[in-house]
């Protein structure tokens, strides 16, 4: 069976791997049939034949995880659509912090929210002007019989 699969190069801490159809039996690092490209994680630097991938996946090459991840994130010229995670990993404390803030603004607002229905719900009362109003009427009307 063969296997698209990646071949370690590079220093201690430093890898690089080229991109290889291989004999799924043989080696890691053992003579590959064909290389495809390279790629470079640290620097995200890829350079793959895409259509040679894909034509080896045809005539039943098995990619591996990574290699297929690389494949369907390939764009046509062979370089790396990488794009950068806008998720901010947070500590055990920052995270309880974050969760302990957004249910007291949520117990907030669903007070606040409970005031205004209460506030509609219960009847109208009179403004002081209004309430100011009346009581000089009322007296006219008394100073008047």
């Not at 950068?84 to 607002?109: M, N, P, R, T």
């Amino acid at each position: 069976m063969l296997k698209i699969r990646m071949k370690r190069l590079g220093a201690k801490k430093v890898p690089t791997y080229r991109i290889v159809v291989v004999n799924s039996t043989s080696r890691r690092d053992g003579k590959p049939i064909q290389e495809l490209g390279h790629y470079n994680p640290k620097t995200k630097v890829m350079m793959l034949d895409v259509e040679g991938a894909k034509d080896w996946m045809k005539k039943g090459a098995q990619p591996t995880k990574m290699a297929a991840f690389l494949i369907n994130n390939a764009n046509a010229d062979g370089t790396l659509n990488y794009k950068k995670s806008e998720k901010v990993k947070l500590s055990k404390k920052a995270q309880a912090k974050a969760q302990a803030e957004a249910e007291a603004k949520a117990q907030a607002e669903a007070e606040a929210k409970a005031q205004a229905e209460a506030a509609k719900a219960a009847p109208a009362e009179e403004t002081p002007a209004e309430a100011v109003e009346e009581t000089v009427a009322e007296a006219e009307e008394a100073t008047a019989e």
